[in-house]
């Protein structure tokens, strides 16, 4: 059975693609992109008297544990805090997944 990790990177709208295309490069299959929208200091993240929600796009990717790595560092190559992307990339270890690959089988949950 294989390892697998979710790497999240959440990036200012308008970048998910370079994210991609950065994961890619580094040997993801594909990924999915959700809309977001930050949640900061409301003190901080006012103007003019009006609050500002920042717009953030979030970009899922279920990868292979041993490419994990390679895929966070062309992210962060590419879109990470220093770049105008000023993405925040993270990995979460996953458990259990089904259907990556046509081979992919159940796990038996009734031993959890």
Known sequence: MRENELIVAIVERGYADDVMKAARSAGARGGTILHARGAGDEARDRFYGVTIQSEK???????????????????????????????????????DAVGMAPEDSLPDFSQQ
């Not at 590419?78 to 990995?91: H, K």
């Open 57 to 95: 796009e979030m970009v899922l990717l279920l990868v292979e544990k041993e490419h994990k790595a390679g895929i966070m560092k062309a992210i962060c190559a590419q879109a990470g805090l220093n770049q105008e992307a000023r993405g925040l990339v993270f990995s979460l270890p996953v458990e």
